[in-house]
């Protein structure tokens, strides 16, 4: 009897979750984004929420929550209701590397969140105040060994991509810097260009509008190969560090419990929007590559980045705190 009144509840619910995913969404949607205005996370939040909010018939709301690397903002996204209406661009530093970088999380990002679809991947980008005597990595290197913890090295925040960017060069390269974190890509972008901090190593996107304006210079690319934006900026490992390699990548993310009917439309919203030509001429204007799959397909790149993240962390010596 019990069994069969189990059966029947289950049944119950999936007519119920089919009946709501067949009518979502029928209001405007929330976009968590763990990062400030003008962050490379904002930038490519905005691309995502217009295309989408227009395919989904709803708009799609930027909600910026900074704060703590972009932990802030995914435990309030991890804690939502799971109904769709609160979605969550996922990122490595608060999905990924948060894990490795803080103690204690209060929100577990590989089981509380579930994927929706990849949007992009970004390289970083490293840049300097053109006040800085260094045109090339090997000459910023040179001139971190002669002053050693004298240069200020500005990132997103602890656990930031910026922030382990920065820390791996440094350990690859046997120097040392000081290590300034921001509120934000936004935040320590804007601290390079005033000369607060010498240099950064952060996702392209933000920074580009300044090296663009001539307000920072690019020195190196972080992906494995070159950037089309920036074709004539080597890459780090091009540049002497042989190995190297650091990026960013951004997806849809949602509460866990989120119906599967309703992941499926927000899947299908998300491939068609990065899928098409006017988004994907955006992120590419913006250093980004369009990138888009299955909820398996992403929960399995996610696992990788977490491993391969395990590796970089202990390589750069970065403790959690």
Avoid: C
């Amino acid at each position: 009897m019990n069994r069969l009144l189990g059966v029947t509840l289950a049944v119950a619910l999936l007519v119920v979750s089919g009946a709501a995913a067949s009518q979502y969404p029928a209001k405007p949607l929330r976009l968590i984004v763990p990062q400030g205005p003008g962050s490379s996370s904002d930038i490519i939040s905005r691309i995502v929420a217009l295309k989408v909010g227009e395919l989904l018939g709803q708009p799609l709301v930027v909600d910026n929550r900074p704060g703590a690397g972009g932990i802030l903002g995914a435990d309030i996204a991890a804690k939502a209701a799971p109904d769709g209406y609160t979605l969550m661009l996922g990122a490595t530093p608060w999905v990924t590397m948060a894990p490795y970088t803080y103690r204690n999380l209060s929100y577990d990002p590989l089981n509380d969140l579930l994927p929706v679809s990849l949007v992009a991947i970004s390289p970083n980008l490293l840049v300097v105040n053109p006040s800085v005597r260094a045109t090339t990595v090997k000459e910023l290197v040179e001139l971190m060994r002669a002053k050693p913890d004298q240069l200020n090295m500005a990132s997103a925040g602890v656990g930031s991509a910026s922030h382990l960017a920065g820390a791996l060069l440094n350990a690859m390269a046997g120097v040392s810097a000081v290590h300034v974190p921001y509120k934000g890509a936004g935040q320590s972008v804007i601290a390079v260009v005033s000369g607060e901090a010498e240099w950064t190593f952060t996702p392209m996107s933000g920074p580009l509008p300044h090296v663009r304006s001539g307000k920072l210079r690019p020195i190196a690319v972080g992906g494995a190969i070159r950037s089309p934006i920036l074709p004539d900026v080597p890459t780090v490992a091009e540049a002497g560090l042989p190995g190297y390699n650091s990026g960013l990548w951004f997806g849809i993310m949602v509460p866990k419990g989120t119906p599967r009917p309703i992941v499926d439309r927000l899947n299908l919203a998300v491939v068609k929007a990065v899928q098409s030509q006017d988004m994907g001429d955006q992120l590419a204007a913006q250093g980004a590559d369009p990138v888009s799959g299955t909820p398996e397909e992403y929960a399995r790149f996610i696992r990788e980045d977490y491993d391969t993240i395990a590796r970089v962390v202990k390589s750069a010596g970065i403790k959690p705190e």
